[in-house]
């Protein structure tokens, strides 16, 4: 019996050693106990967790079944005070929401915040503080004091199913992983040039024509040729419904986002009336690249705007956020210019040129989505010809969008293509097909959204950042998963903690603990991070 106790602590304390604290992203304040024992995990262990927790505790408790083979129990009262992991819920007032409390030892592991969000946070952290292997034994967790909570209010991450569709089994996937990494907003970019993704009940041709596309340029655009190959998907709204309370249960909100006026060849192709030319033929588009080629513009009719009215009632019916995505980027003004239509629409109105007539279409889809208690977003060409009251400012062609935001008192979310766009190839020299620019990891991880020339009070309509990810050369879950990470990681780690701790040297260091548990969650990255050499 004795020799059985000595060989257990002794794998407890070779386990515990080979354990570091490595978590992503960097807590605000980690204190390690290490003169405590850790806390087991075991089938004798208990989540504690009131009613109102108990979507938490399942969350914990399956990750712990499915990853490690730890069937634990789960209540809502009990008084043991040993083997327990308790989630509480505090009254003590906090300016921070998202803030929480994790605390270890031999005896008990505590989560503490005044939200339940805070609450889940803490669980991803305690997830970081687990083996990385399903063969660790016993499960055990080192005793640590964690004080946590985030920079930015906005964390985001982009997700385009419109170049090519993912069903709805990896969209909730990609969901876990910003839960994972504390990402709090999805943006979900439903429709576009090459396929519009959401089932609208009014307009049933924008799923039965616009969804599908008879063809997709081969290789880097402008390509080599054409595969010939249908391609397309749509989500049920009854799907959107699934997703989205898949999400809710995992603090993550979904931004839809419907494109206008620009990026709109699957809906001409489906209602050819509402464009610059209705008598056209027009086809859902088959190439990526120059959009005042391909990229035809809706008309701002009364006709247009009443569809559109209709499209954003069903979407905004669907979504619970307070946020709806209208794009508003790349709009080639060259069709309004050549419409006569445009133009006397233009003349009515005492616009005295297409950028104005562009800001003319987003008040007007504003007021709109204003009525309904919403607010818009949109890319940072609506800046063009004036900005719309209310609107936030997503700046992708780099910063000036977003300065420029600020100044006037909107807010603002910084996506810079050239550090943004996950899209982008890691390496100078990549294993597969990406986009002919580079986002390595090290500037992701390097990049700083607050701009230097803004003032502190400008600073404040910064609401926060994200990584977009475009699927143009992406066409399954495995080469999402390796564009994805590790950047996922870099910008969580920008978005999350403290600029003070932002330690690039030290966040490779913990990499190689991440990789180790992207292996045991089956998640595909590129093998040439566990060089060492980024």
């Known amino acids: 019996m004795r020799v059985f106790t000595f060989l257990f602590l002794l794998a407890i304390t070779f386990n515990l050693s080979a354990q570091e604290i490595n978590i992503i992203p960097q807590p605000v304040k980690v204190e390690i106990k290490s003169k405590n ?24 408790k399956d990750y712990l079944f499915k990853y490690l083979g730890s069937n634990v129990t789960q209540s809502a009262v009990s008084d043991r005070k040993t083997s327990v992991i308790k989630l509480v819920i505090s009254n003590v007032k906090t300016e921070n929401e998202d803030r929480y409390e994790l605390n270890s030892d031999a005896k008990q592991i505590t989560i503490q915040a005044t939200s339940s ?54 969209v909730k996937q990609y969901i876990d992983y910003l839960a994972l990494h504390k990402m709090n907003y999805f943006h979900w970019h439903l429709t576009d040039d090459h396929g519009w993704r959401i089932e609208i009940k009014k307009y049933p041709k924008l799923t039965e024509v616009g969804a599908w596309r008879n063809g997709s340029i081969i290789g880097l655009y402008p390509g080599t040729g054409n595969d010939g190959i249908k391609h397309g998907g749509f989500y049920t709204q009854e799907q959107i419904k699934e997703v989205i309370k898949y999400a809710a249960d995992r603090y993550v909100t979904i931004i839809p986002e419907i494109e206008m006026p620009a990026h709109n060849m699957a809906v001409l192709a489906s209602y050819p009336e509402l464009g610059t030319e209705p008598s056209k033929k027009y086809e859902v588009a088959q190439t990526w690249g120059i959009f005042n080629k391909f990229n035809n513009v809706l008309q701002p009719t009364e006709k247009t705007f009443s569809f559109l009215e209709d ?117 100078v020299k990549e294993d597969s097909l990406t986009a002919n620019k580079l986002s390595p990891l090290i500037d992701v991880y390097n990049y700083e959204p607050i701009p230097a020339e803004l003032t502190a009070e400008q600073a404040k309509y910064i609401w926060g950042g994200q990584g977009c990810l475009w699927s143009e050369y992406i066409t399954n879950p495995a080469k999402v998963q390796y564009m994805l990470f590790p950047r996922l990681d870099a910008l969580s780690e ?12 030290d966040f490779k260091k913990r990499l190689n603990t991440q990789f180790k548990r992207y292996d045991l969650m089956g998640i595909t990255y590129s093998k040439r991070y566990l060089t060492g050499d980024f």
């Open 311 to 427: 499209v954003l009632t069903e979407v905004m019916d669907l979504f619970p956020a307070p946020y709806i995505h209208v794009g508003g980027d790349e709009a080639a003004k060259t069709w309004w210019k050549q419409s006569a239509v445009a133009q006397q629409i233009m003349k009515a109105n005492n616009l005295k040129d297409e950028s104005a007539l562009q800001s003319y279409f987003i008040r007007r889809m504003e007021k709109f989505v204003n009525s309904k208690g919403k607010t818009i977003i949109g890319w940072n060409e609506i800046l063009q010809g004036g900005l719309a009251p209310n609107a936030i400012v997503m700046s992708w062609q780099g910063e000036k969008g977003g300065i420029e935001a600020a100044k006037q008192g909107h807010k603002a979310i910084m996506t810079p293509e050239n550090k943004m766009y996950f899209n982008h190839a890691q390496f």
């Open 117 to 170: 969000k805070g609450i889940f946070y803490g669980i991803q952290t305690l997830i970081q503080l687990l083996p990385y292997s399903n063969k660790a034994f016993p499960v055990q967790v080192p005793s640590v004091s964690i004080i946590d909570y985030p920079r930015f209010a906005y964390r985001g991450m982009h997700l385009d199913v419109s170049r090519h569709f993912f069903d709805i089994a990896f």
């Open 494 to 505: 920008i978005l999350w903690s403290p600029k003070g701790k932002r330690n690039y040297p």
């Open 37 to 60: 024992s850790p806390f087991i995990i075991d089938s004798n262990t208990q989540i504690i967790a009131a009613d109102s927790l108990s979507n938490n505790a399942l969350f914990l």
